[in-house]
């Protein structure tokens, strides 16, 4: 695997490859890199012939500082793990690489970061819109593949590369979970073994409002019911519980109009604030 620090010398290597009608894959990451990533990884190499995975957490779009300082980090870790993927490039760039001086893009998404992560997390779209337009302009891949755990991030992607014409196809990839059905997270190894096992109780809560929401409670008494079940464990605090279109990420209120809807989580597990979401078809 090619390493590269300096986008001058990746872009180099990958008008070679581009040269040989090659077809490139990017999958974006913050590193701390998991089965998750694994298949994101795993499906790019499939799909394309060089795989590029980028490793940067993006300073900008944190919203809290801790969140910041304390996300894990292991780059020598990661290298092996791509390395034993079969990864083509890993591009590890320095902040000072990607924001030399600050940018005067701005991004605004309407309604569709006003509820959920963009509602709890300010600035964070803004944050990551700014990002991955700069990757997907740096490394201009054919495919770029995304995970449906940051649902409200992919819609968001999707619509800024149909705002700006970028010419890429994206892939929403599924969730990989532990058997306990716990998402994977790179935030995950910040929990203890018994808040891990508290944590799996986030993925009950989905499946019990699919199960409501297919008994056609109302809506409203689902989230009732959610909060009532997640407040037996002490140590989860619910940050929000929506039942959104999964197109739009509209607000649903009423099951009888609903089509594909998301049923959507973000809770804290100690000090650690963890996201997960289900689709859930009619
Ligand atoms: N369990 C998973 N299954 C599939 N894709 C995932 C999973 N976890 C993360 N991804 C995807 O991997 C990409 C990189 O995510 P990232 O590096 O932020 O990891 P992460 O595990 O989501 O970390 P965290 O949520 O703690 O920030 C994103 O597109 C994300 O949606
Ligand atoms: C897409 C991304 C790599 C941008 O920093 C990040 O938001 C993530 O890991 O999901
Ligand atoms: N996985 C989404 C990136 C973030 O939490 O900042």
Same mark, same amino acid.
């Given at each position: 695997?090619?390493?590269? %620090?300096?986008?001058?010398? !990746?872009?180099?290597? $990958?008008? /070679?490859?581009?040269s040989k009608s090659l077809k490139i894959g990017l999958v974006p990451t913050m590193g701390a890199l998991h089965e998750g990533h694994a298949s994101l990884i795993n499906q790019s190499i499939n799909e394309t012939d060089i795989t590029v995975c980028s490793l940067f957490v993006n300073p900008i779009q944190?919203?809290?500082?801790?969140? $910041?300082?304390?996300? &894990?980090?292991? +780059?020598?870790?990661?290298?092996?793990? $791509?390395e034993k993927l079969g990864c083509h490039? #890993?591009? /590890? &760039?320095?902040?000072?690489?990607? *924001?030399?001086? &600050?940018?005067v893009v701005k991004f605004s998404f309407g309604s569709l970061e006003q509820s959920m992560e963009g509602a709890?997390?300010?600035?964070?779209?803004?944050?990551?819109a700014l990002v991955v337009s700069k990757l997907l302009n740096i490394v201009k891949p054919d %495919?770029? *593949?995304?995970?449906? %755990?940051? $649902?409200?991030?992919?819609?968001?992607?999707? %619509?800024?590369?149909?705002? +700006?014409?970028?010419?890429?196809? !994206?892939?929403?990839?599924?969730?990989i979970r532990e058997e306990?059905? #716990?998402?994977?997270?790179?935030?995950?190894?910040? #929990?203890?073994?018994?808040?891990?096992?508290?944590?799996?109780? #986030?993925?009950?809560?989905l499946q019990l409002g699919r199960e409501l929401l297919m008994n056609n409670h109302d809506i409203s008494s689902i989230k009732q019911e959610i909060s009532h079940f997640l407040a037996q464990w002490p140590d989860i605090c619910l940050e929000y519980f929506e039942v959104v279109s999964q197109s739009t990420l509209e607000k649903i209120d009423n099951t009888k109009s609903m089509d594909d809807v998301a049923l959507c989580i973000a809770a804290y597990v100690g000090s650690v604030r963890l996201i997960d979401n289900i689709i859930y078809q009619k």
């Open positions: 695997m090619e390493v590269f %620090k300096e986008i001058n010398a !990746l872009r180099q290597a $990958l008008n /070679h490859s581009r944190f919203n809290n500082p801790d969140d $910041l300082n304390t996300y &894990p980090r292991d +780059l020598e870790r990661d290298i092996d793990f $791509l490039i #890993l591009f /590890h &760039p320095s902040t000072a690489e990607m *924001y030399p001086q &600050p940018s709890f997390r300010e600035g964070h779209f803004g944050g990551v %495919k770029a *593949y995304f995970g449906q %755990k940051d $649902l409200q991030q992919y819609i968001i992607i999707q %619509k800024i590369v149909q705002d +700006l014409n970028i010419d890429v196809d !994206l892939v929403c990839a599924p969730i306990s059905g #716990l998402a994977i997270s790179s935030r995950n190894e910040r #929990l203890t073994q018994p808040q891990r096992d508290v944590a799996a109780n #986030l993925y009950k809560a």
